[in-house]
């Protein structure tokens, strides 16, 4: 096991930029992370960690060794497929043996490494099967035990649970997670799914443009965005642009927003505040007053159902806010009906103008 | 129904049709090999007189071994040279690649006389010559663009990611040749090697033009033999090489499906 540094890495393809100076620091045995749209060099990132592709400057260190000019078939890492990437000609052992046979390893070492490897993704009894003979999930499984059965110091994720359907999704994230907590290895995640991304990892790097936007634990990025694109990359988020008061930011129409959290800016400066849909409140009147609370006056134009809560899209000054509200029973807002929209400023946070 | 059941006999009538268009003439020729008279005259009478006098006939058969042996070493070394020239085709990116992958195609279209007449001028002025070994390197350039083009298509069909994942786990590029990509484009390696293998043994035009006298391989034999006087002998031999051709073909189509996956 070990740590992966990566520091300073640029990588273009001919005029385009896909990894533009990025430095992350991955801790020894974390789960890491690596969030952005498609194009956002989170791929790129993850290949030149692994070998595949060698960075044009900056440094990438496993372990506190460079490797940056390290061939992927040197570089002791295992790495989990989009498509699994099993060998079809070959059984699910066989599979999973491959790592230990080109490396020369004893057979009944192999045997027992595999059965091992096998047993800790729950496929015990499939060693004999072939890999078209399984479901997604049972071939996300093999391809996890071929990557970790010959001890790598790392593992790599490139999408791996993107083809599988919702429910098989969440059953293996926490299958996963529980691998990799007992193995204890570090392991770097890539995925565009926001909500794999907070449930799984330790730590989150946000990509955009080949540029690393944030990096931090899921509930610090989530809580406190640096930025507009990660306040609404990552979660959803209402975003409020004027000029910065100091505490807040004051909107074009002169309304106030207090924020208590963010960015410390000189007053005056163009600023945004972000706040998340599920902190506002909605009600028909404004309620008792609250001293410093802000308050905004709007009306419902949709309301979307979905089970356990329901969103509700509230036009303000050219506006569209959303409002997601817990289903507990409570009476439902028509649509077309005037509403009051109340937080906190410690749900608000304050974001430099990019 | 009734219509259905036309529509069903007629699609039967048409199988059946197309299966003696295909057979008839083969099987006939079959059969006269096993009859008395060389005039392919009726009633039939059995015997393997021709079979006999066939063996005795030295230089059919030394023109079917050098056939066979031909045949073989093209294949080989088309295989060989026609699976390397996919993967290197498939696997890297170089200046002038599409015009390369483009120019395998002519020599499939151009006429087998014209380049067999080449061939001879070719040979001729660099001092190749003709014989055996002329005709060797004529069918090896005829047939190794079959092989790249059949391996090519496999390999379309091969997920990059396997080569990567291999890599990923430790594998050397050896390695991965042998134990991954290779396994994959066996059937089209082998549909290209009975390509080369019908290419040559079949081959005629350009074997006649590159054959010198007493060097012959069996098309240019049957050829000269019938010139001079057909005999069933040439029915025999044509039966016995179709019976070892049609063995192979089913062998091969029983334990590889071609381009099929698996």
Not at chain 1, 166 to 174: P, S
Request: glycine share 10%; with cysteine; proline share 4%.
């Amino acid at each position: 096991m070990a740590g992966v540094q990566v520091s300073n890495v640029s990588r273009s393809f001919g005029a385009h930029k896909a990894l533009d100076d990025v430095s992350i620091d991955f801790a020894d045995g974390g789960f890491y992370a690596l969030l952005g749209p498609s194009g956002s060099g989170k791929t790129t990132l993850l290949r030149q960690i692994a070998g595949f592709d060698f960075p044009d400057s900056g440094r990438i260190a496993i372990g506190g060794e460079s490797v940056e000019r390290v061939p992927v078939e040197k570089r002791r890492i295992g790495m989990v497929f989009q498509n699994y990437a099993l060998f079809p000609n070959m059984s699910v052992a066989d599979n999973v043996a491959f790592g230990l046979s080109v490396r020369g390893e004893a057979k009944a070492v192999i045997a027992t490494e595999v059965q091992r490897a096998l047993a800790l993704v729950q496929l015990g009894k499939l060693g004999g099967r072939r890999p078209h003979q399984l479901s997604g999930g049972q071939r996300q499984r093999v391809a996890l035990a071929r990557a970790i059965v010959t001890k790598p110091r790392v593992l790599l994720l490139d999408e791996p649970l993107g083809a599988l359907d919702k429910a098989l999704r969440v059953d293996m994230q926490i299958e996963l997670k529980r691998i990799q907590r007992e193995i204890g290895i570090t392991t770097i995640f890539v995925t565009h799914d926001q909500e794999e991304a907070l449930t799984m990892s330790d730590r989150i790097g946000i990509l955009r443009d080949g540029r690393l936007v944030q990096e931090g634990p899921p509930e610090e990025i989530y809580n406190r965005p640096k930025s507009e694109f990660a306040a609404t990359f990552l979660g959803d988020a209402n975003i409020f642009r004027g000029d910065t008061t100091g505490n807040g930011i004051r909107l074009a129409d002169g309304t106030a927003i207090a924020a208590g959290a963010g960015a410390t800016l000189a007053a005056g400066a163009k600023a945004s505040c972000a706040v998340r849909p599920e902190r506002i409140r909605i009600a028909t009147d404004a309620g008792a007053p609250d001293g410093n609370a802000n308050i905004l006056k709007g009306q419902v134009s949709k309301r979307i159902f979905a089970g356990n809560n329901s969103t509700y899209f509230v036009e303000r000054a050219g506006q569209t806010l959303k409002v997601i509200v817990q289903n507990t029973g409570m009476e439902r807002l028509a649509e077309g009906q005037d509403v009051v929209l109340r937080w906190s400023p410690e749900s608000t946070v304050l974001i430099a103008a990019n | 129904m009734a219509t259905t059941r036309i529509l069903e006999w007629l699609g039967r009538l048409y199988i059946l049709l197309l299966l003696a268009f295909l057979y008839l003439p083969i099987i006939i020729m079959a059969l006269m090999s096993f009859n008395v008279s060389p005039f392919y005259q009726l009633p039939f009478e059995w015997t393997t007189e021709w079979y006999a006098s066939l063996w005795q006939n030295d230089q059919l058969i030394a023109a079917t071994w050098n056939s066979v042996e031909i045949a073989v070493i093209t294949t080989v070394i088309c295989v060989v040279l026609g699976s390397a020239a996919s993967l290197a085709l498939y696997r890297y990116e170089f200046r002038g690649k599409k015009f390369l992958q483009a120019l395998l195609f002519p020599p499939i279209a151009i006429p087998w006389l014209i380049t067999g007449t080449a061939m001879l001028i070719f040979f001729f002025g660099v001092g190749i010559g003709r014989g055996l070994h002329a005709i060797l390197l004529g069918h090896v350039a005829l047939a190794l663009p079959y092989v790249i083009v059949v391996v090519s298509a496999r390999l379309q069909t091969f997920a990059p990611e396997l080569e990567e994942a291999a890599r990923s786990l430790g594998a050397n590029q050896w390695q991965v040749t042998r134990r991954v990509t290779l396994p994959w484009i066996m059937p089209g390696v082998i549909a290209g090697g009975l390509f080369a293998f019908a290419v040559s043994f079949d081959q005629f035009v350009v074997s006649y033009f590159l054959a010198t006298p007493g060097q012959t391989t069996l098309p240019v034999e049957i050829y000269a033999a019938i010139r001079k006087g057909f005999t069933p002998e040439i029915n025999a031999v044509s039966t016995i090489i179709i019976v070892v051709s049609m063995a192979l073909m089913l062998l091969t189509a029983r334990f590889f499906k071609f381009g099929g996956e698996k």
